[in-house]
Every structure is written in C-alpha cells, then in structure tokens.
C-alpha cells in the first residue's frame, strides 16, 4: 500500500487530505467510503482510488483529520495508521503534558498524541505517514522542549540504561543553603547567629542562579511558548525572594542589618531538586517489570550448523536456526525443541513458580532458563516476532498509555499554572493594599507559587498504571492497555468459553455408535473430513484413527461451516461432520441415537453426527462420535474466587446444552449459554452488559475474537491463538482461569491507588494554596511540601509492588 499522505493548501483556499483507506475489497466499498467522506460538512471534493487504497480530500479549513477519519470508520473502514515512540526531555509537571499533546496534535495528519510524564514518552499515530518525524519533533522543539525518536532498541535502553538523576547539585545547594539557615537555629537556642547580610547573598547567588538555573531555562521556553509549569512558578518565586532580599540588602544595609529572605529562595531551591531527584529515583522503580523482562533477552547463542556449534549474536539467527541450549543457560530465542528434555524455567515471563518438563515437540519460549539437560531447539521467531519482545511491547504499551480517569487530570492541568499566577497576583495586592506591607505580600505570594505542585496531578495516574502493569506482568498477567486495567476494577459478570479455557482443551474420542455402517468405516470418514483441521476435535478423531491404524480415505471439497462442522465429499459421497443443529438444517433424522446422545451430553459430553446427504431429499445418519474434555484443576477455584469477589460468572459457549450444564454445574457458575455460533457470542457479551453491568470475556481461539472485542475487557489464554490474544485487553499468560480474578484484584488495587493519588493530589493543592494566599506557610515550608507531594505519590503507586496474586 502507498501509504504517502500529505496537506496542501491551494490557491482555492481548501486543504487537500490525501491518507489510506484500509479494509476495501470491491468497488461498492469505494463509492461507500466516498458517499461517507462527501457527507462531511465542508468537505468540497471526496475521491477513493480502490488501485492504491488512497483517499483524497478537499475540504474547507474547519475539517481536520479527526473527522476524516470518523467518516471512513462510520462507513465501516479504517484509515491506515502508523505510530511513532518519542522520547521527550525537559518535562517537569503535568502542564507540560498537556503542552506537548497540543503541539504534538497540531501537527497535519497527528490522530493521536499520548504524553506520559512518568516514563518520559509520547506516543503518537499519524495516518499513512502524513506527518514526517522531523515535523513532529519541531513541534515538541517549538513548545519548548527537546524530542528524539524511540525505536525498539532505543525503548529498551532507556528503560535499562537511564541513569538517575545527579545527586551533586543537591549536595551543593545544601551546603550552601545549610549556613542561611543559622540564624532561625539560633532563635530557638536563644543565640544571635544572623550572618552578614552580603555574605547571606554571596551563598544564596550561586543556589539562585547555578543550580537553580534549569528552573529558570524551563520557565523561560514555558513564556516562550505563551504557557506556564512547574518551572515557571519556582522561577517566579524564589527570584521574587531572592530580588527583595537583594533590594532590601542595597537600600537599608546603611541602617543597620535587614530582614532578608535569600534563605527562603535558597532553601526552597534545595527541597525541589531533593524532592525531583527522590521522584526520579521512585519512577525508576515504577520500570522495573521492563529492566526484568530486557534483562531476560541474551545477546548470543550457541547455533549448530553442519555437525558445527558457533557462538552468534541473537540478532544474526533466522527463523530454522538449531540452538544448542547447555544446562543452566538462558534458551535465546523461541522454538521447537528437536533433541533432549529439561525443566525449564519460565517464571519471569509466565509466572508460573515451579520449573515445567519439556521433551521433544514441545515449544520453549526466548528468556526461559534450562535448569538440567541439554537441548537442542529449532528457532521459530526471533527479534520483534518473540514472545518476550512481544511482552514487552504490551507492557511498555500499556504503560504509555493514558487511563479514562487522567482526562480530568488533563482539563484541569491545563489552567493550572496560569490560575495559580492569578491566584499569587490577587494574593500579592491583597496583603500589600490591605495591610500596607508589602514584604509581607511578597512572601506570601511567593509561597503561594511554591507551594503549587501539577507534578503530583501528572504523575498520579501513570505511576499507578506502571507499578500495576508491571507487578502484574510479573505475575504472568499481561495487561495491553490502560483502559482495561481501569475497567476491570467495575466487572460484575465474566463469560468464560469452554474448550481450552475452562477445559485443557484437549479433547478424547470416548464413545462411537455406528448406523448401517462399521464403526471403523465411521471413524475413518470423519478422520478423512477432520484431515489438516488444528481444531481440538478433528485432532482426537485423527489420533483415534491412528491408534486404530485406520486407513484414512482421501476427501476434496473439505469446507467449514462456520458454528456447525464440516462438509467434504469422501469416496464419492457428500458427507457432512458437525453439531445436532447442523444435522437439523440439514433434515437427518436422529432416530434412537437422539436418546444415545443426550444421555452423553447429560454426563458432560460433547457430541457430533456423522451424516451422508448425498440424496439430499433422503440424508442418511452414518453415526455419531462422543467427545470428553477434562476442566482444568484450577477451574472450580477460579469460579469460587470470582463469587468471593461479587462477580458473577457465565458459561458461553458453542457445545450442546448437556455438556454446558454439566460443567456449569460442576463448577457452580451463575449462567449458561450454549450451543451459541461464534457470531452470536458477541451478542450474549451485549445482552450481558445490559441485564448485569459490565462485562468481561475469556477465551482463546479464533471464534472467541468478537466476543473479547465486544467485551468491556476482554481477557485472552496465551495458550490459545494470536488472534483471540490482538483482540483482548488482558492476556494470562499460564493459561491459568484462576489468573482472572487476580486479574481483577490488580485491577481494583491499581484504580484504587489512582483514586488515592488523585485525591492527595488535588487536596494538597486546594488546602495548601489558600494557607500560603492567608500568609500561614512560610515560603520554606511551602517549598519542603511541594517537593515531597510528588514524592508521596509515586511512592503510594509503588505499594502496590507489593501485591502478590492468589497463585504462586
């Protein structure tokens, strides 16, 4: 696809939008996309090239991009997306979130920009690529900080490598704030230690111009860019307790020692870098599920080539590749292992505790440590493709990524310092025309600037979303966006699937009843249709015909009826494989095996019919095949632990009612739904939400993917496809039912600790700016509280590093 976009200006005064359309297949879908485009209030001109997949636009000047691209997706399409990881510098508070999203979705062709203070990244998605990255980080430049591209390795060292903040300047600042400070010592012991007035300025000028010069560069890109930050107002401040101190010192020193305040600039200079290098220090640990996880990825490995071994780079293997795995080392990428058997340790990326025994055939993942035998493993990905690298795109995802909750934070952030300079105006002519004293004025508008603190709302959220994200990967739970960590916390019912989620979803032929035909003959037709088919019922057909040593006849024609069976023509024959509703719409009458059949699925098995329709006025019953699934052993607990939670649960699933009720039964869920067609589950997932409340869904094949998508959480088994994986919010990494409650306690703990964040947060602020604006905090103690706010916060996100999930 071309995906070269761009917007012009003509002389006609009309933009020009040219962007990809994606999901066309015919030239019906052409016409739709431009009927849908051309309905646009403004749009002048709307074209669809089907050949290029492009669409191009002119419109007038009150059309954006945004409104482009609801029209296509209203039209039932998708405009082609490409997204860009930055890495910004410079950012100090909230507000400066709030001012690199702007200038970020200024730029033409930006859908969507994401700013996160905590991990110091924007995520942005552009369509096609109608934005350029030079254009995006000029704009990042323009609003007064400094941008740089992340790629894949780029994201891993930064979240490795970053060195902590320099701890020096802190050091210093002290040192020479530490004597300024003497004099309210002496007070308390009765002793005048009040140091010369130029030496006072002589050890405040350096913390006011030296170490605190990063306030005043920030602050000035900040009146740069027509806003305000954090910066700003500590610039303001202690320049304004610095300045009168300095003004005092040079007009009164003549009448004898003036009351100065370089103590107060000084020493509130002090506390915000003590309090921004402990905040750093606390973010740092918010990334440490990302340090584990980069940390698990070797740099070579050993690969056999020709009888040979030769240790490689990791990045130089190819997908085939022999690894030769010795004891005690780390397997370096995915594969299949060809020779040998180990326990391997996977808990680091699945959280399972215990080590799991691998032989031949089985699947190791790149990360895993083999614990005891040597192995030899063919590569079935690598780079980008692995498993780990795939984990840690989820969890950096999700971390990048805002919660519904921070939109709120974001409304206000962005009033915040310029409401906050008012505030110190209006505190500044109030104490100086009411009382008369200005100096008094003057400090308690600076303490009014100090003590304001949009740090602490810009971090709330996003360390509380790291710190869960990460305790949760840990744990084997991976957690793909914010969203769904924020709306776990609010389920009140979840739908399980059953095969392979609820079951081990490995099925055993346990009953064949023949008609008119031998069961051999039975079982060699149904392996013959079953031929190639990875469903977990076609493979138990074909291990039974192979254990019996059937020969299999050969079938053409094969098809899937979707929700139903199969259909394929075998030995001149058009036979038909699938479910009692399949048989049904077909006409075959089931006789005395009706009675057979429910029998069999009263005792929790699932059962298929066998049908020759080649006269389809007179369809034939061949027989019918019975099915038994064993429930996983943590499934009765996963169950019971949801109803300890107030959750309900229900069973939706495509199996006939007999085996549904007996597994409902047996593990005690709230509701039942079968033999439910894989279209028709993301119906049920509506009508749950709208008889319950919100609802999850979990599952783990293809068929599962609508539902996980229509779900208000979808929660995926990683030991089913990748589809049902992409379509799900959560993914369990163990295949473990009993991961979903945990899931959702991680959830309830981290919304929580948001809610926590957010309330001290806004507290602080709401009680500390109107003491300071009173005159009842000095600007010292203001200073010492606001660097500590945002301390506080992060280290109440970083408790949650503490949960431990209900299965280790």
């Known amino acids: ?80 997306q490409q997204a860009l990881r930055l890495a910004i510098e410079g950012m100090s508070c909230a507000s400066c979130v709030g001012r690199v999203e702007k200038a970020l979705r200024q730029v033409p062709g930006v859908l969507q920009a994401e700013v996160n203070l905590a991990t110091e990244t924007a995520e942005v998605k552009i369509a096609g690529a109608s934005a350029t990255l030079a254009q995006l980080l000029a704009a990042v430049d323009k609003a007064g900080y400094q941008a740089r591209a992340l790629d894949d390795a780029s994201a891993a060292a930064q979240t490795t490598e970053k060195p902590g903040a320099a701890i020096w300047p802190i050091l210093v600042a002290a040192a020479l704030s530490a004597p300024l400070l ?208 795939r984990i840690v795109r989820l969890v950096e995802s999700a971390q990048a990524k805002k919660a519904p909750i921070q939109r709120l934070v974001d409304q206000v952030s962005a009033v915040f310092v310029p409401v906050v300079m008012g505030i110190a105006f209006i505190t500044l002519l109030g104490w100086g025309l009411g009382t008369g004293n200005w100096e008094a004025a003057i400090l308690n508008a600076v303490a009014v600037l100090v003590i304001a603190c949009p740090c602490a709302l810009g971090l709330a959220t996003p360390t509380a979303i790291m710190a869960g994200t990460g305790v949760a990967a840990r744990h084997g739970i991976l957690i793909k966006d914010a969203e769904a960590l924020e709306v776990a916390h609010r389920l009140k019912v979840v739908a399980f699937d059953k095969t392979g989620t609820l079951t081990q979803g490995h099925p055993e032929l346990v009953a064949l009843e023949a008609n008119g035909i031998t069961r051999a003959a ?83 098995r699932t059962v298929s019919w066998l049908a020759d329709v080649t006269e389809t006025d007179k369809p034939l019953l061949l027989g019918l095949l019975a099915f038994g699934d064993t429930l996983k052993s943590s499934a009765a607990a996963a169950i019971a632990r949801l109803h300890a939670l107030g959750v309900q649960t229900a069973l939706v699933t495509g199996d006939n009612h007999g085996s549904a009720q007996a597994v409902a039964a047996q593990l005690g869920m709230d509701r039942v739904h079968a033999q439910v067609l894989p279209e028709d589950k993301a119906a049920i997932v509506d009508g749950l939400r709208r008889e319950a409340g919100c ?26 496809t990748d589809v049902a994986m992409h379509a799900a919010g959560i993914t369990l990494m163990r295949g473990n039912p009993a991961l979903v409650a945990d899931a959702i306690d991680i959830s309830r703990r981290s919304y929580a600790k948001i809610r926590q964040n957010l309330f001290w947060a806004f507290a602080y602020n709401v009680v500390g700016i109107p003491l300071a604006a009173l005159g009842l905090l000095s600007p010292v103690i203001a200073g010492a509280a606001m660097a500590f706010s945002s301390f506080s916060v992060v280290m109440n996100a970083l408790l949650l590093r503490r949960w431990k999930g209900s299965i280790q």
């Not at 699945?350 to 590569?379: F, I, M, Y």
């Not at 039975?522 to 079953?530: F, M, T």
């Not at 869904?697 to 089913?720: E, Y």
Request: charged fraction near 20%; hydrophobic fraction near 50%; glycine fraction near 10%.
């Open 695 to 720: 609802v999850a869904m979990v599952g783990d094949g293809i068929n599962d993917a609508p539902a996980l998508a229509a779900a208000d959480v979808g929660i995926a088994m990683a030991t089913g």
């Open 182 to 389: 003497l004099p309210m010592l002496g007070m308390l012991v009765g002793r005048d230690w009040m140091l010369d007035g130029w030496l006072q300025w002589l050890l405040a000028t350096p913390v006011q111009f030296w170490l605190g010069a990063r306030f005043y560069r920030a602050g000035f890109k900040a009146l740069r860019a027509k806003t305000g930050n954090m910066d700003l107002l500590i610039a303001l401040g202690t320049s304004a307790a610095y300045g009168l101190s300095v003004y005092q010192l040079l007009v009164h020193a003549d009448h004898g020692m003036p009351h100065l305040y370089f103590e107060a600039s000084a020493v509130v200079i002090t506390l915000v870098l003590l309090g921004k290098w402990m905040e750093a220090r606390a973010k740092r640990q918010t990334t440490a599920a990302i340090r584990a996880l980069n940390a698990l990825r070797p740099e070579t490995a050993r690969r056999r080539s020709q009888g040979m071994d030769e240790e490689v780079a990791v990045s130089r293997l190819a997908v085939g590749d022999l690894i030769v795995v010795r004891p005690g080392e780390r397997i370096a990428v995915d594969g299949e292992i060809t020779e040998g058997a180990s326990q391997v340790d996977e808990s680091l990326i699945t959280g399972e505790s215990l080590p799991v025994h691998k032989q031949v055939g089985d699947r190791v993942t790149g990360g895993a440590v083999n614990a005891e035998g040597l192995l030899l493993v063919r590569t079935t990905a690598v780079g980008a493709e692995s498993t780990l690298a």
């Open 1 to 80: 696809m071309n995906l070269t976009a761009s917007l012009q200006t003509p002389a006609t005064g009309l933009a020009e939008w040219q962007f990809p359309v994606e999901g066309m297949t015919c030239a019906s879908c052409v016409a739709r996309v431009e009927r849908s485009l051309s309905a646009v209030t403004g749009v002048a001109e709307a074209s669809v090239n089907f050949a290029t997949e492009q669409a191009r636009v002119k419109a007038g000047p009150g059309v954006s991009l945004q409104t482009l691209k609801a029209a296509v997706e209203k039209a039932g399409y998708a405009v082609g």
């Open 522 to 604: 039975l079982l060699a037709q149904s392996a013959a249709i079953q031929a190639g088919s990875e469903h977990p019922l076609a493979k138990a057909v074909t291990k039974a015909a192979n254990q019996d040593r059937l020969s299999i006849p050969a079938a053409t024609q094969l098809r899937a009826v979707a929700g139903r069976g199969m259909s394929a023509q075998v030995a001149g024959r058009e036979l038909r494989l699938g479910s009692p509703r399949f048989m049904q719409e077909l006409g075959v009458e089931l006789g005395d095996f009706a009675a057979r059949a429910q029998a069999l699925e009263a005792a929790g």
